[in-house]
């Protein structure tokens, strides 16, 4: 049978919580009967013992008195007892039964008959106990005791376990209302996050990547569960921005070129153009944009971290970066941008052609972005078996709900900004991919319109 989670969780709780009840329960009343038993026998001990004290000292100067003894007979006789006093020649001091039969056998009848139908498991019927009668340590008779063994309730003793049987149903029915109130509240504390968890999760597989789970409970597993689904909710998001995002890009880059050589072509077919060196010129650098585009999307599936090939060499980070930053001298030397870069002679193992696409990418960045007469700072630090490269500029800086996402794919800051003025948006998503698989890491922090900080740290050897 298909059941809901709050329904097993339900029965699942009640079911312990009854188990729980019922086997204290049944403990309780085993032992409790157990130890009412014990105290039962060793009642009728004491009663015995205490019979057998005044006994003992009826018996003066050689003799019995027999009116002391027939009161006790009596009294004792009242309390399910039937007493038999002897000599020491065995003959009869006083005998209840010769004293009142029938009395003693009504009282047998009526212990009997009140044992067995409350406790008919029970095979109990009359006992004798037999004690000598001892004066100064000497033996003067023997004491005989009926009654109904092996134990006996009286009336106040019933009355006593039927009290404390009424206290455990009572409680039992007080215990099984509780569990029922806590199981009810219990399933639903686990399941009702689960649930919403299960319905936010059915809302993304249609595509709704917007909903978010606003439930807080105490239960970490949960929690981080409600987390999870959150947090996938937000990257599908994300993704599906940028996936959206990366199509108009693609289909606005794509649409200019493509529309300009439709029109020209179209001219050059109508006649309205003549064929000569600058409209061929014009017409092959909207070819070149296109390629150009086509080239970018081809680096996505060429840099990726998992399946790139290194070809891993020791080299000198200071000839590697000495060599990007000449390529860069003329175009830093026309926004009149002043590097600072302090020369450190570190090998590490690494593929110089791809660590100096890294580079390149980072410092076109910082050159883009950095307003005439800014400043760009490199440093290459060492720390134990570890380096640290840092590219810093004084640059416009970037804003805190775009840093988070500047190492995606296609991501720009600004939507606006075209492939002149922007790039495709992969820039920084190559450099991250590159450092991953050269077992590096980077990160960026940023400020708007104080500049950007990009951090790289790389093993020294690869192992």
């Avoid at 019995?64 to 020491?88: A, F, P, R």
């Avoid at 690494?350 to 660590?355: C, E, G």
Wanted: proline share 2%; aromatic share 10%; charged share 25%.
């Amino acid at each position: 049978m298909n059941m809901s989670l709050r329904l097993k969780l339900f029965l699942i709780f009640l079911t312990v919580a009854m188990v729980g009840v019922i086997t204290v329960n049944v403990f309780v009343n085993f032992f409790l009967e157990s130890l009412f038993q014990e105290y039962a026998i060793r009642k009728q001990e004491d009663k015995n013992a205490g019979v057998r004290e005044l006994i003992e000292n009826q018996y003066l100067d050689g003799r019995w008195n027999t009116q002391v003894i027939q009161d006790i007979g009596v009294s004792v006789l009242e309390e399910g007892m039937i007493l038999h006093v002897k000599d020491l020649k065995k003959k009869d001091v006083w005998n209840a039964v010769d004293y009142n039969s029938g009395i003693c056998q009504d009282m047998i009848q009526q212990m009997t008959f009140r044992m067995t139908s409350r406790y008919p498991s029970v095979k109990g019927g009359l006992t004798h106990q037999e004690y000598p009668l001892l004066v100064h340590d000497k033996a003067v008779g023997t004491m005989v005791i009926g009654y109904y063994g092996p134990f006996y309730y009286t009336e106040a003793d019933l009355f006593f376990i039927d009290t404390i049987n009424n206290l455990l149903f009572y409680l039992t029915i007080i215990l099984f209302i509780t569990s029922f109130i806590l199981a009810y509240f219990f399933s639903r504390a686990i399941s009702y996050p689960i649930q919403k968890v299960s319905l936010a999760a059915i809302d993304i597989a249609k595509g709704s990547y917007d909903h978010r789970v606003e439930v807080v409970t105490s239960t970490r597993e949960i929690n981080e569960l409600i987390q999870s689904i959150n947090n996938l909710s937000e990257h599908l998001y994300i993704q599906e921005k940028l996936r959206k995002r990366l199509t108009q890009d693609i289909a606005h880059e794509l649409r200019t070129p493509l529309t300009t050589l439709q029109g020209q072509i179209e001219a050059y077919l109508d006649g309205v153009w003549e064929l000569d060196v600058d409209r061929l010129k014009s017409t092959h650098e909207e070819i070149l944009r296109l390629s150009a585009l086509v080239k970018d999307l081809e680096l996505l599936s060429h840099y990726d971290a998992e399946t790139m090939k290194l070809e891993l060499t020791r080299e000198n980070l200071n000839d590697l970066m000495l060599h990007v930053l000449q390529s860069f001298e003329p175009a830093l030397a026309e926004k009149e941008i002043y590097l600072e870069y302090t020369e450190h002679d570190l090998e590490i193992m690494t593929d110089k052609h791809k660590l100096c696409q890294v580079f390149s990418n980072l410092l076109s960045n910082s050159l883009k972005y950095t307003p005439q007469g800014g400043k760009i700072i490199i440093q290459i630090i060492r720390e134990k078996k570890y380096c640290k490269i840092l590219f810093r500029d004084t640059g416009i800086g970037i804003s805190e709900k775009h840093l988070a996402h500047v190492f995606e794919r296609f991501y720009r800051v600004d939507p606006s900004r075209t492939r002149v003025t922007g790039g495709s948006g992969i820039g920084l998503a190559i450099c991250k991919e590159i450092v991953k698989a050269l077992k590096g890491e980077i990160s960026i922090s940023s400020e708007e319109g104080k500049g950007t900080l990009v951090r790289m740290i790389f093993p020294i050897n690869l192992e």
